[in-house]
């Protein structure tokens, strides 16, 4: 008789993965191949990765809605990121042009629950981010490689106080954050500036930072963007992040560590620190400084916070 344990992710894509022993089996498939490291149940515990596994059975969702094979199994969902990682230029392309559209959108699907990057795909037109990149070829290191170039084309006279927090751009700038999961939304103003996208899955960036899919440097410049914005050493913007997390329970998915991350020194915060965020940050702190405070007691509360 065999004591063979059942393949937890051998269940159809309409299953939910919800306990930390399937989500620690579906991270050690998926990641851990890419970047060595050994990963344990503590790594999936609630509420760190609700985030990202509350995106990942929404994305599931909808390419079920698609109407798509009803029997695919989280199982193949990994195997087919895991593949597409390792095909160069020249293998993907077919895959990528092909005529049969499920299998299209299969691979899309691998690359978004891999990547967190909405490339398209999707037969009922529902994108995942405001950003949307149609990948057609190269490889997929390439794809984002390009997705996410090192450029700073704008000027960088300002300064990053530490009064430049996510709450404050709310309550001083009147910039209203809108929580988001792709992560080629991050930073992204819209509507005149009134509204900026931030991503805030610090675990999902963590588990990639030793792989080699992302340019070098980007997943510690990104994790820096949300210690600078999300600070944990700021007891107000700590209540806010949580307050945010309570309103948006049903709607966007927000990685409660993101208020976790490592506080930032003088010498980080400087513009010039940061490379591809560079211009998406001088642009948003252009938009926080232009703000017109309306009144006197937005003044002093400004001056307080200074």
């Given at each position: 008789?065999?004591?063979?344990?059942?393949?937890?992710?051998?269940?159809?894509?309409?299953?939910?993965?919800?306990?930390?022993?399937?989500?620690?089996?579906f991270?050690?498939?998926?990641?851990q191949?890419?970047?060595?490291?050994?990963?344990t149940?503590?790594?999936?515990?609630?509420?760190?990765?609700?985030?990202?596994f509350?995106?990942?059975?929404d994305q599931?969702i909808?390419?079920?809605?698609?109407k798509?094979?009803q029997?695919?199994?989280?199982r193949?969902?990994?195997?087919?990121a895991?593949e597409?990682?390792?095909?160069?230029?020249?293998?993907?392309?077919?895959?990528?042009?092909?005529?049969?559209?499920?299998?299209?959108?299969?691979?899309?699907?691998?690359?978004?629950?891999?990547?967190?990057i909405?490339?398209?795909?999707?037969?009922?037109?529902?994108?995942?981010g405001?950003?949307?990149?149609n990948?057609?070829?190269?490889?997929l290191?390439?794809?984002?490689?390009?997705?996410f170039?090192c450029?700073?084309?704008?000027?960088?006279?300002?300064?990053?106080?530490?009064?430049?927090?996510?709450?404050?751009?709310?309550?001083?700038?009147?910039?209203?954050v809108?929580?988001?999961?792709n992560?080629?939304?991050?930073?992204?103003?819209e509507?005149?500036d009134?509204?900026?996208?931030?991503?805030?899955?610090?675990?999902?960036?963590?588990?990639h930072r030793?792989?080699?899919?992302?340019?070098?440097?980007?997943i510690?410049?990104t994790?820096?963007t949300?210690?600078?914005?999300?600070?944990?050493?700021?007891?107000k913007?700590?209540?806010?992040?949580?307050?945010?997390?309570?309103r948006?329970?049903?709607?966007?998915f927000?990685d409660?560590?993101?208020?976790?991350?490592?506080?930032?020194?003088?010498?980080?915060?400087?513009?010039?620190?940061?490379?591809f965020?560079?211009?998406?940050?001088?642009?948003?702190k252009?938009a926080?400084?232009?703000?017109?405070?309306?009144?006197?007691?937005?003044r002093?509360?400004?001056?307080?916070?200074?």
């Amino acid at each position: 008789m065999s004591n063979t344990s059942p393949d937890i992710l051998q269940n159809e894509l309409r299953a939910v993965i919800r306990s930390p022993e399937s989500r620690l089996e579906f991270a050690r498939s998926l990641w851990q191949p890419q970047n060595g490291h050994s990963l344990t149940t503590g790594n999936f515990q609630a509420p760190s990765f609700e985030g990202y596994f509350g995106f990942y059975e929404d994305q599931c969702i909808t390419w079920l809605c698609d109407k798509y094979s009803q029997d695919k199994t989280h199982r193949q969902l990994v195997e087919k990121a895991c593949e597409i990682a390792g095909l160069d230029a020249q293998q993907l392309q077919p895959l990528l042009l092909s005529q049969d559209e499920m299998e299209r959108s299969w691979l899309f699907l691998a690359v978004r629950v891999f990547t967190m990057i909405d490339v398209g795909g999707l037969r009922t037109g529902i994108k995942l981010g405001q950003v949307s990149r149609n990948w057609t070829n190269g490889s997929l290191k390439a794809f984002i490689e390009s997705t996410f170039p090192c450029t700073k084309e704008e000027l960088d006279h300002v300064k990053l106080e530490r009064l430049f927090t996510a709450r404050n751009l709310e309550r001083v700038a009147d910039i209203q954050v809108i929580w988001t999961s792709n992560l080629a939304d991050h930073l992204q103003l819209e509507d005149d500036d009134t509204k900026v996208r931030l991503f805030s899955h610090a675990s999902f960036l963590e588990l990639h930072r030793e792989c080699d899919l992302f340019p070098a440097g980007f997943i510690d410049e990104t994790l820096r963007t949300l210690s600078l914005l999300l600070s944990s050493n700021d007891k107000k913007t700590v209540t806010w992040f949580r307050r945010e997390q309570r309103r948006n329970l049903n709607d966007e998915f927000i990685d409660g560590t993101a208020i976790s991350c490592r506080p930032l020194s003088m010498k980080e915060r400087q513009i010039d620190k940061f490379e591809f965020w560079h211009d998406r940050l001088v642009m948003l702190k252009q938009a926080f400084d232009e703000a017109d405070p309306k009144t006197m007691s937005q003044r002093v509360k400004i001056k307080r916070m200074s």
